[in-house]
């Protein structure tokens, strides 16, 4: 039976949902807040829920939740700057001082950022997404050469065009004009992301780390 016990965010739906499917299957012990819990958004809810949960031991966080507010650099509003770095990136960061403790006490921890082909190439529109998404690449890397020496491996995993909610706000049109320009011809499913994800945090992965691992059907290989 496996008992390590893994933080995760953003579950309720999406990548997260299938990512915490498939640890409830492989026996992990599950601490999943929902946004009531823990609105990434909210310095204080953030702070609050660090404090409450001050002694779980996590031996794996997966920084899963995430945001994408699409606009042009002229419309782009505070909220939308402020959201999108509180979200994407300056939370995830917070998490992980927080809960990192008990993996360097214990010698053994892994770390998944969830970001995205934006947090390598960048597209219109997509200046908050592509920062923050770039920003948590970077901070995977910087964590892999700090917290390699404590057998942490820290990775991020860069889905490409996924079928959740983030994407179905997408018209019809859109997104079939997309998929044509994806090599396997379709957007990923969660499950697919997932189980990167499950290797990622297993025993069996004991090289990788610092790696930014695009899952895009090909996509930003042309
Ligand atoms: N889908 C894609 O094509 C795609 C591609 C590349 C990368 N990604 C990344 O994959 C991750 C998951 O995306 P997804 O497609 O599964 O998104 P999704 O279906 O929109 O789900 C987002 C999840 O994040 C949670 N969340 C959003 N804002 C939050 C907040 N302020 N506090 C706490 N939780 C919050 C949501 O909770 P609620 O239900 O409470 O809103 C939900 O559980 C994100 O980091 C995203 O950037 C997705």
New binding site residues.
């Given amino acids: 039976m496996n008992k390590k016990t893994v933080l995760i965010?953003?579950?309720?739906?999406?990548?997260?949902?299938?990512i915490r499917k498939i640890l409830e299957k492989e026996k992990y012990v599950i601490v999943a807040?929902?946004?009531q819990e823990?609105?990434?958004?909210?310095k204080h809810?953030v702070e609050y829920f660090i404090h409450k949960n001050r002694n779980l031991n996590i031996d794996i966080l997966i920084?899963?939740?995430?945001?994408?507010n699409p606009e042009w650099i002229q419309n782009l509003d505070d909220k939308n700057i402020e959201?999108s770095m509180?979200?994407?990136l300056i939370?995830p960061i917070k998490l992980i001082k927080a809960f990192v403790g008990h993996m360097i006490q214990n010698k053994w921890g892994r770390i998944v950022n969830?970001?995205?082909?934006?947090g390598v190439v960048a597209r219109g529109k997509q200046v908050m997404?592509a920062a923050t998404?770039h920003g948590l690449n970077g901070v995977t890397k910087a964590l892999a050469l700090e917290l390699g020496p404590y057998n942490i491996l820290v990775n991020s995993v860069?889905?490409?065009?996924?079928?959740?909610?983030?994407?179905k706000r997408n018209s019809k049109e859109k997104n079939a004009e997309i998929a044509c320009d994806i090599p396997l011809g379709r957007?990923?499913e969660?499950e697919e992301?997932a189980e990167c994800v499950l290797f990622l945090i297993s025993e069996k992965n004991t090289y990788m780390n610092g790696a930014n691992i695009m899952i895009d059907g090909g996509f930003t290989c042309r």
């Fill in positions: 965010t953003g579950t309720s739906r999406g990548i997260g949902f299938a807040p929902n946004r823990l609105n990434l958004a909210d809810s920084n899963n939740a995430g945001i994408n959201e509180e979200v994407n939370s969830i970001s995205s082909i934006f997404y998404k860069c889905p490409g065009f996924t079928n959740t909610d983030l994407v957007f990923a969660p992301i």
